[in-house]
C-alpha cells in the first residue's frame, strides 16, 4: 500500500503571513500523524519562507512516523541536515522567486557535485531522494549518484489539460518507477497530487509514498471553518477555549 507524507510547509505559509506563533506547524504534525500520515514533509528554504530552522528542530523530536527534510543541495543546507538528522532528505531544485518547486531538478547539470552531496549525506545515515522529472537520463544520474531514493516529480500530469495529455504523463510515471525500481531505488511521488488526481498515481505498482500537501492544508482550512467560528462566538462569550475544549473531552468519555 502507498503510504502517505504530509506536507506541513503551508500551515508554516499561514504563521508567516502574520510572523506569529499560530499556526504552529509543530501541532499540525502531531495531528495529521493522528489522521493517519505516514511521513511528515517540510521544505526549509533558503529565503525562509515558510518553515523556519526552529521547526525542523522540533519536528525532529516530536515527529512519531519519519521525517522528510526538503531543502536545496547546497551546502548551508548540508550542515543544517548533518546537525538535525531527519530520516532522510529530498533534495529540490529552488529558485528565489519561483511561488513553488517548479520542476525536478536537472542531476546532468553537475553530476559531480550531486554524487559528493549523497556520499556526504549517506555517510552520515541519512537517505537522499532526489526529486526529478520522469525522464530516462536523470533516474540514470540519479542512480549513479548512489542515492536510495527519487521522489518523481507529478506536477505535469497534475497540470495536464486533457484526458490523452493525463494518460501520457501517468505512463511516463509508470516507465520511470520501473526503470528506477530495476536500477535499486526506491520511488516516492509527489507535487500537484489533489484529492481528484491522487489514486491512478497511488496505483502505480513499485511507488512507496505520495508527498502531499497543498490540497490538504487548504481542505483543512475548509472542514475546520465550521467549529473555529463557532468556538470563536463561544470565547466572544467569555467562553474560555480551553475550557470548552476540556469539556468536550469530558463528554466523549
Ligand atoms: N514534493 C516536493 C519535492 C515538493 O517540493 C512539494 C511542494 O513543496 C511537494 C511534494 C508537495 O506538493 P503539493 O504541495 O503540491 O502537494
Not at 519519519?66 to 548540508?78: G, V
Not at 525500481?181 to 491522487?198: C, D, I, K, Q
Amino acid at each position: 500500500m502507498t503510504t502517505l507524507g504530509v506536507n506541513i510547509d503551508h500551515v508554516a505559509t499561514i504563521r508567516q503571513a502574520r510572523k506569529t506563533v499560530e499556526p504552529d506547524p509543530v501541532a499540525a504534525a502531531f495531528l495529521a500523524e493522528l489522521g493517519g500520515a505516514d511521513g511528515i514533509t517540510v521544505h526549509l528554504r533558503e529565503d525562509r519562507r515558510h518553515i523556519q530552522d526552529r521547526d525542523v528542530e522540533i519536528l525532529r523530536q516530536t515527529v512519531r512516523t519519519h521525517l522528510n527534510l526538503e531543502m536545496a543541495p547546497t551546502e548551508e543546507m548540508i550542515e543544517i541536515a548533518l546537525r538535525i538528522k531527519p530520516d532522510y532528505v529530498t533534495l529540490v531544485p529552488e529558485k528565489r522567486q519561483e511561488i513553488t518547486t517548479e520542476g525536478g531538478l536537472n542531476l546532468l547539470s553537475d553530476l559531480d557535485y550531486f554524487c559528493s552531496v549523497v556520499d556526504k549525506l549517506q555517510s552520515a545515515s541519512i537517505p537522499v531522494s532526489w526529486f526529478i522529472d520522469a525522464q530516462e537520463s536523470q533516474i540514470k544520474a540519479a542512480a549513479q549518484t548512489n542515492a536510495l531514493f527519487i521522489e518523481l516529480h507529478t506536477g505535469q500530469y497534475a497540470e495536464a489539460h486533457d484526458a490523452t495529455s493525463r494518460k501520457q504523463e501517468l505512463d511516463f510515471l509508470i516507465q520511470g518507477t520501473q526503470q528506477a525500481r530495476e536500477l535499486g531505488m526506491s520511488v516516492n511521488a509527489g507535487h500537484g497530487l489533489t484529492y481528484w488526481n491522487v489514486h491512478p498515481v497511488a496505483c502505480i505498482s513499485g511507488i512507496e509514498e505520495l508527498n502531499i500537501g497543498h490540497t490538504i492544508i487548504s481542505r483543512s482550512v475548509l472542514v475546520g471553518m465550521e467549529r473555529a467560528v463557532s468556538e470563536m462566538k463561544l470565547a466572544i462569550q467569555g467562553n474560555n477555549i480551553s475550557k470548552q475544549l476540556k469539556n468536550q473531552e469530558n463528554k466523549g468519555r
